[in-house]
């Protein structure tokens, strides 16, 4: 008997709370049509609007790819990272426990030379409208850091470094710039020890060969001289100093051949090696905007202005029923005399 009761009960309620639907149900369609419509014709202004001035502008996020290989740290660059992962705990950024080479290169995109160095070069202070009376360096280095995005993937070794704005070539030049500033900060910190040997090489072999070049040149100088050095009488002099440029050059010959065979050799060895920092993808100007998605903001709208509404009646008619019942209303007005 309780239990059909209770069914009783609940479909009353029911059938009470769908009259409250029907009963206001002009109000409902009403907020709902108008919000609805609002929507539509703020993202299709928006949408009009030059970017400088519209409310809700199309953002553009290029992203450029660079391949790292996530060699454990050691030595002077595991204690480097050591360092940089306690300024970076002290700043309020979060790095991985673990010194690696993609966590240097997410680090180095956070750092205030580079942050600076984009602001001044694309001018982003006045950009932004970045209040210059009140810390302008470090508002721009915050809004920089929300829009510089970077994600590693330690499946494939590939770190994606993106950049978000409404000018679609700006954001595009800002990644290239990133990825520019990591390859030469790579390379400054000597993290690839086979390309600084490679460049180190490349260098010997330059200034061996022109020392054989010159040297060439002076013994064919003074083999011009033989005939009138033997008239004068100083062909001996002569001779000692062509042996010795003969012995200087044999031997930078020697210097030069076992120059190029390990130049050659370790070509080969970074052929069958994977470099510690290499660009696969730079950023290009995106046809395609990343944001706002005016359609599900529509839709987002319009359903809680449908909800906001559908609360709204039962306020109202909360209240009315207050109104209606004595009862209710010297509760009230015992609560607000006691008060």
Do not use: H
Not at 148 to 169: A, H, K, M, Q, R
Not at 206 to 221: A, D, M, P
């Amino acid at each position: 008997m309780e239990t059909e009761k209770d069914s009783s009960e609940n479909e009353i309620s029911l059938m009470d709370l769908l009259a409250v639907l029907w009963q206001r149900r002009k109000m409902i369609i009403a907020i709902t049509l108008t919000a609805a419509v609002g929507v539509v014709v703020f993202s299709v202004i928006s949408l009009a609007l030059p970017s400088k001035i519209s409310p809700l502008p199309n953002q553009y996020t290029p992203a450029a790819l660079m391949l790292i290989e996530n060699r454990s740290a050691g030595g002077n660059l595991s204690s480097m990272l050591g360092n940089m992962s306690s300024l970076a705990a002290l700043a309020g950024i979060a790095m991985p426990s673990s010194s690696n080479l993609s966590q240097l290169a997410i680090f180095l995109t956070t750092t205030n030379s580079l942050l600076d160095s984009i602001v001044d070069d694309f001018d982003l202070i006045e950009r932004y409208n970045i209040n210059t009376d009140r810390s302008p360096r470090a508002e721009s280095r915050e809004i920089l850091k929300k829009l510089i995005e970077t994600e590693f993937n330690s499946g494939s070794g590939v770190l994606s470094v993106s950049f978000t704005d409404t000018d679609p070539e700006i954001a595009r030049d800002v990644v290239n710039y990133i990825v520019n500033y990591l390859s030469m900060r790579f390379d400054e910190l000597g993290l690839d020890k086979n390309k600084i040997e490679k460049e180190n090489l490349e260098i010997n072999l330059e200034n061996t060969y022109e020392e054989i070049l010159n040297l060439e040149e002076q013994v064919r100088l003074i083999e011009q001289s033989v005939a009138a050095a033997s008239r004068t009488g100083s062909l001996p002099a002569i001779s000692i100093e062509i042996n010795r440029l003969s012995i200087e050059l044999s031997a930078m010959r020697q210097v030069y051949t076992q120059l190029r065979v390990q130049y050659e050799l370790l070509k080969v060895s970074m052929a069958s090696e994977q470099p510690v920092f290499q660009i696969l993808e730079m950023a290009e100007v995106p046809d395609r905007k990343s944001k706002p998605s005016r359609g599900l903001l529509c839709v987002i709208v319009t359903f809680a202005a449908f909800f906001f509404s559908v609360f709204l009646a039962f306020s109202l008619n909360a209240i009315s029923n207050i109104k209606k019942d004595p009862a209710a209303l010297a509760k009230l007005r015992g609560e607000n005399e006691t008060q």
